[in-house]
């Protein structure tokens, strides 16, 4: 049950005082002082990439429209979403780093399970906020070049004018709380905890969110990269429990550092919880070593939080790369679903 009223009062919140935007939960402001610290403190070592297996999606499949919600996972925070006849994409990041230039940054330990050219009409792109690893100039680049106008950009406040400039008309630019309607289903920007920027120059100048997609039988929550806060107990007092989350589960070490905009796998089963979701799938893990932790802790640390709260695992699937996964419409909160189980 969406909550109008209230999402109508929380979008006539002010969330950029003098200029630049700011968490609804306060956050340590973490400059270049403690990133030297990190790097210091961690010696400039990495963990190691690891090769993770890559499931090669069936084109076959993703040809047909999907009568139930389907996933795909392409890598990072890139989710191939297909429900009915809509194809949407997350948080596009096709290149093999994740940076301003292409000859450094975080590479690829596993390429992406799909390639633009091998994508299916996309009819919608969900943007979180304008990270290189959640915004890929050559990606968005490319999508515009194959599909142009047949894509609708949904983007939060400021990320809309960076897409304009790429030659994109399609643009739905919301703030927090805002909403779209988008055919047969309702777009609305969520807040979460994180930050914005692409240069030294432009912090918080942007917005970033989640996305909630809302079907007359179906919802879907992205949350883009966000730390924890009460605000998901606050937007589902806004907008009800959601049938599927992507979470993310990685880039969360040190927790000093880390804490306060990326969420580590226990909390991902609290928002999970918070969100009273149905199903969730994570993801921001695997593709790019971006922090300390080794790359196949996420989904160990997860297994042992849903463990610890009680919580089969078939309702938090840890997708492989390049793995489609299709849910119900319909079940309990208290079911597994056999697509989950194999």
């Known amino acids: 049950m969406i909550d109008w009223s209230l999402l109508e009062q929380w979008a006539r919140r002010d969330t950029r005082p003098r200029g630049r935007f700011r968490n609804l939960y306060p956050t340590p402001d973490h ?35 999907a009568p139930q919600p389907r996933f795909t996972w392409i890598g990072h925070s890139t989710y191939l979403i297909q429900y ?26 596993v390429p992406p399970a ?13 943007v979180s906020h304008n990270h290189y690893d959640h915004l890929d ?10 599909f142009g106008d047949h894509i609708t ?7 809309g004018a960076w897409l304009r400039r790429r030659g ?9 709380w805002q909403h779209a309607d988008w055919h047969d289903a ?12 692409r240069g030294p120059g432009d912090r918080n100048t942007t917005l970033w969110c989640g996305w ?3 079907w007359p039988d179906f919802s879907l929550f992205f949350a883009g990269d966000t730390g924890y806060a009460p605000l998901f107990q606050d937007i589902h007092k806004a907008v009800g429990p959601v049938d599927t989350a992507l979470l993310p589960i990685g880039a969360y070490l040190p927790r000093w550092f880390m804490a306060p905009v990326h969420i580590n796998p226990e909390e991902a089963v609290r928002i999970h919880q918070d969100l009273q979701a149905r199903h969730s799938l994570a993801m921001h893990w695997g593709t790019f070593v971006l922090t300390d932790e080794p790359m196949d802790e996420p989904p160990q640390l997860l297994a042992r939080a849903l463990a610890t709260r009680g919580i089969p695992a078939g309702q938090f699937r840890v997708p492989a790369h390049g793995e489609t996964v299709t849910l119900p419409l319909h079940d309990t909160v208290a079911a597994v679903d056999p697509v989950l189980q194999s």
């Open 31 to 65: 400059g270049l002082a403690e990133l030297l610290r990190w790097q210091r403190e961690s010696r400039g070592r990495f963990p190691p990439r690891l090769p993770f297996p890559l499931q090669r999606p069936d084109p076959a499949l993703l040809a047909r429209p």
């Open 84 to 109: 009915r006849n809509w194809n949407l994409l997350t948080d596009p990041v096709f290149s093999e780093r994740c940076s301003p230039v292409s000859f450094a940054g975080p590479k690829r330990a």
């Open 114 to 126: 799909l390639t633009i050219d091998a994508l299916p009409p996309i009819h919608a792109v969900l």
């Open 137 to 146: 100039r050559a990606a968005v680049d490319a999508l515009q070049r194959r």
């Open 153 to 159: 950009w949904f983007a939060p406040t400021g990320v």
């Open 168 to 176: 994109i008309t399609e643009v739905v630019e919301r703030g927090w």
């Open 186 to 197: 309702q777009a609305f920007c969520l807040p979460t905890q994180h930050f914005s920027g």
């Open 212 to 214: 909630r997609l809302q």
